[in-house]
């Protein structure tokens, strides 16, 4: 293609930014945009035209992909539609709500023969990258568990917005659904799944019904463990990945930002975004209680900070490239077949049955005889 035409779905927070990353490429434009509440704007500054609904933008002649970054809720049906029109789509994080939905979203891009990735940013950011790098050449030997935290305080709000609804963005799991991402690729999928957990410090006015605190463990099999800990019921803020490995240890920093490789004979630090910049502009971020909860990460006035804008290049780069016929990257396959999300989502799932029916709960009980299992088999 010798130029890509995107049609952008949802230009609220995010979208804009994603926009806006995308007109810095070379041979980019975006030629609709449709949101129901920002699409005139979002028009204006991208240089694009507003499409009257989803299924005008997707089956318009002068789109080859399709970004979606509406709310959670609503990522389904546009996925489905760019596909059902044979254009190419990123999707958001969580990609879905739900592992039937991820299902349907792989088949119809699959059917139609077109890339359908997954907006799972983490795995762009350059430490990820180094670190994951690292364990696959055996740097802390073999990895028997992973940490993962995701803590902080969350105050009232004026208004409650869509995150802040369990029915609407999934709550916090699902959400966030970046850790659980980043363990499931460092161990493989998860077999067992535990959650225990609840709205501890969050009703009543200001608040949304989103569980503010969940515990989660993990069982992979093979003596190998994770747990992980999400919400915003925790006046001490700790945002962190912990990889135990039996020759060694990896601590990716996401707050006092950078990462460390432990072993017996010597310690490495080394950045997790691009720059020293963009480190210590995360840590500024998060110094001054700017993440509150992951509510300041959706309004569309304000645009994403220095460390977030790296990473969106960093994907959409990628994205796009492979738009423009460049090489697929083995370290992203599963991210851009939408395998890497559903694995993400059948687990939250599973988490999620777990909390409702006070269990263990086998993984396979989501996933049955579906896609997962046959990619595997
Ligand atoms: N990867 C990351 O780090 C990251 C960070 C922030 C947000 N996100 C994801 O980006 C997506 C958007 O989040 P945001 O922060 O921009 O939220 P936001 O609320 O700022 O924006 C959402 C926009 O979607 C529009 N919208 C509502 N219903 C729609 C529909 N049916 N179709 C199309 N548009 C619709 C809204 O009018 C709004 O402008 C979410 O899926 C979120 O999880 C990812």
Redesign the pocket.
Known sequence: MSEVRYGL???????LAIGRALLKLPSASISYV?????SAKAALDLGAREASS?EDLCSSDDVDAVIV????W??A??AIAAAGHGKHVFC???IALNYADCERMIAASSDAGVVFMA?H?MNFMSGVRRAKALIADGAIGDVVFTRAVRNNWEGVQGDV???KRRDLSGGHLY?HI?ELDFVQSIMGPAVVATMTGGNVAHQGAGSGDEDDLLLMTLEFGNNTFAALEYGSAFRWPEHYVLIEGTQGAIRIDLQDTGVELRTPESTETFLLHRTLEEDEDRTAFYNRGAVDGGVL????SIE?PLW?CG?IEEELAYFHGLMCGGAAVAEFSALTDGTAAAASIATADALSLSLREGRKVLVSEITGRGLLSRSRS
């Not at 779905?9 to 979208?15: D, L, P, S, T």
């Open positions: 779905v949802g230009a609220g927070y995010f979208g449709f949101d129901p509440n920002n989803i970054a509406s709310p959670n609503a990522h049906e546009a958001e994080k969580p907006g940013a917005t869509w995150k959400h970046h990460f959706g309004n569309p994403p977030l990473v």
